[in-house]
């Protein structure tokens, strides 16, 4: 026996015809071929190992030893169980090729990701087929196994389904990743009669903390969260990131699926709520949640998911912080809401919007003062579209942004026309949403608008509701001083409705303070100056013009309250009463 063990015996076995395993001089004897079989085997960096038909080694060639750890003439003569164990992918034992091959007669081929553990314990990720060797009356001789070592390339390839399957920020699996595990939780539970939650979270103010504090502080708010989320499920739940600040929870309840879901949304809704060691910042944050349950909300991967992103949408509108369950009524509004989207997307650059104009008067000399602008929709099937309906959606899907700057520039154009018809050179008042404001180009926006339409910034006036301006206080202010230092003027919309402090409302740079219309309802048409609401637009004035602010009452319907506003020494009204909002031309021939 030489050294790689090619003894007598083994060059018997390599004078046998093949079936399989090759087709080169292996299988015809004679003296020459076997000589160069020898050679080829020698250089061959696949491994061969052959054994004869009980599975004892006859022959390995040196890369067959090199792999098996052994010299060649210690492997030779040994069972092949011996020498190593095979595992499947996921590391369960199997069957040696080679058994499975001499019990069958048949070639074989093991699965990607087979481990090859050796006798010391080495392990090897390998490729390997295995073939029977019949004698020249086809009776099974023995087999011949064909192998090499894969792992480097395994690795490589686990390495890049592991980075396609999982978030790069968060080490969470991402949406495929979430998908493929749904659909094999879903089959289980199917199975064993179970239900499967999932939760789709979404950060209420992660735009926020983005635009002002940057994306190094946003990335760590979302690694921050995801850690609470791993904490808050079993280690058998799936958390997955969807991107963004997009979270999708996968949870496997036994039984009382729904309240278990809801009973772990409320855990989350909590964890979250601690606030967030940021860099050096501590920050608060808060989450909305939608959640689906199977098989009621739907029983595949796809219908879930979407169903639990509706109710996340219910949650939102619900004031943020809460969670939701999907209803099936959910779906047509889920629906009507895209196709709105769309259909405003397409409006935006197509004529189909405009802005109405309603009158503002000053009460003491009854002079128009100017007028508020409204946009209008008119879609050619949906008809008028009220706005309270498309700036939320606008707003929701990323489209405010184009609609404030449409609305602006359409109010300062109007302004240049009716100056260039003689007209008195009133203000126009536009809405300011919030999401506008927070926007980071807001202002760049505005000044362009201002100059390319020259008009001065003086008449332009910007409503800003109360509710946005309390919220981030420090960083509205500001945006709001350095508008106000532009020369533009600003008014708080709806005032009354956001429970500001006296202290705060002095720090605020505006003009114009707009009473509310809900407290002018509440004057009553039977003018009660002890009720609730006279007693508020008492203060306001009061409270207003000791601060120097303009005082304009708006959503004036009736004479009484019309009444009432003048005995107060209010300054400005409007409202129906007077004129609702009026296409410009209109506008222009009552009150140019
Ligand atoms: N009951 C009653 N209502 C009166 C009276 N006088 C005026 N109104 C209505 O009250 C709303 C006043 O506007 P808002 O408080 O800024 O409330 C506005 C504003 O928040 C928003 N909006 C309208 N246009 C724009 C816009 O161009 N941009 C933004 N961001 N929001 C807008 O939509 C809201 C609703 O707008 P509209 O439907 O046009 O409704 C307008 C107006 O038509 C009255 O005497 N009685």
Redesign the pocket.
């Known amino acids: 026996m030489d050294e790689y063990g090619t003894t007598g015996q083994h060059r018997e076995a390599q004078a046998l015809p093949l079936t399989a395993a090759a087709t080169d001089g292996l299988a015809t004897p004679g003296p020459a071929v076997p000589q160069f079989s020898d050679l080829v085997l020698r250089s061959m960096t696949d491994a061969v190992l052959c054994t004869e038909v009980r599975g004892v080694v006859t022959y390995v060639n040196p890369a067959a030893a090199a792999l098996l750890g052994g010299a060649p003439d210690r492997l030779i003569g040994t069972d092949v169980e011996a020498l190593s164990t095979l595992l499947t992918s996921a590391l369960d034992p199997m069957i040696h090729p080679i058994k499975a091959v001499l019990a069958t007669g048949e070639a074989t081929r093991v699965p990607p990701g087979t481990v090859l553990v050796r006798a010391d314990g080495s392990e090897f990720v390998i490729e390997d087929c295995s073939a029977p060797v019949l004698d020249a009356a086809g009776a099974l001789v023995g087999a011949v196994m064909v192998f090499h070592d894969v792992t480097q390339a395994h690795q490589t390839m686990l390495q890049m389904t592991y980075q396609a399957t999982h978030d790069f920020l968060t080490d969470l699996p991402n949406r495929a990743l979430l998908d493929s595990r749904l659909t094999h939780e879903l089959a289980q539970a199917a199975r064993r009669g179970a239900g499967v939650a999932v939760l789709y979270l979404d950060l209420d103010n992660f735009k926020q903390v983005n635009d002002s504090l940057g994306h190094r502080a946003g990335d760590q708010l979302l690694e921050s969260v995801a850690a609470r989320l791993r904490e808050c499920v079993r280690r058998t739940d799936t958390v997955s990131r969807f991107g963004g600040d997009e979270f999708v929870v996968v949870l496997t309840l036994a039984d009382n699926a729904a309240h278990m879901a809801g009973v772990t949304a409320g855990k989350i809704l909590s964890a979250l709520a601690v606030p967030h060691q940021v860099g050096g910042e501590v920050l608060h944050t808060a989450a909305s949640i939608g959640i689906s349950v199977s098989p009621e909300d739907g029983s595949d991967a796809e219908a879930l998911v979407k169903n639990a992103d509706t109710a996340l949408y219910l949650a939102k509108a619900a004031g943020k912080n809460t969670f939701r369950f999907f209803e099936p009524h959910m779906n047509v509004d889920a629906v009507q809401r895209q196709q709105l989207q769309n259909a405003l997307r397409a409006a935006l650059g197509s004529g189909q919007l405009a802005l109405h104009y309603?009158p503002k008067f000053d009460l003491r000399s009854g002079q128009l003062t100017g007028s508020?602008?409204?946009?209008r929709w008119h879609h050619p099937t949906l008809g008028h579209v009220?706005?309270?309906r498309f700036?939320a959606i606008a707003e929701d899907f990323g489209l405010i942004g184009a609609l404030?700057r449409w609305?602006r520039e359409a109010a300062c154009a109007q302004m240049v026309a009716w100056q260039r018809q003689g007209r008195a050179a009133a203000h126009t008042a536009?809405?300011?949403?919030a999401q506008?404001l927070h926007q980071n180009s807001f202002e760049a926006d505005l000044l362009r608008t201002l100059q390319e339409t020259g008009v001065a910034p003086e008449r332009l006036q910007l409503?800003i509701t109360e509710g946005v301006l309390l919220r981030d206080t420090d960083a509205a202010l500001a945006k709001l001083s350095r508008i106000r230092d532009m020369g533009v003027r600003l008014a708080i919309?709806?005032f009354g409705t956001g429970y500001s402090s006296l202290s705060y409302l002095r720090r605020l740079p505006v003009d114009t303070i707009k009473i509310d219309?809900s407290f002018i309802r509440e004057l009553g048409r039977d003018n009660d100056i002890d009720g609730a609401g006279a007693v508020i637009v008492r203060a306001v004035i009061g409270m207003g013009q000791s601060m120097g602010r303009r005082i304009v009452a708006?959503?004036?319907?009736a004479q009484a309250e019309l009444d009432f506003l003048r005995r107060q020494d209010c300054d400005e009204a409007?409202?129906?009463?007077f004129s609702?909002?009026l296409p410009a031309a209109e506008f222009a021939s009552r009150y140019g």
Do not use: R
């Open positions: 309603q508020e602008a409204l946009v009220p706005p309270a700036i404030g609305v536009v809405n300011v949403s506008e409503e919309d709806d219309q708006e959503g004036v319907e409007q409202g129906y009463w609702a909002a």
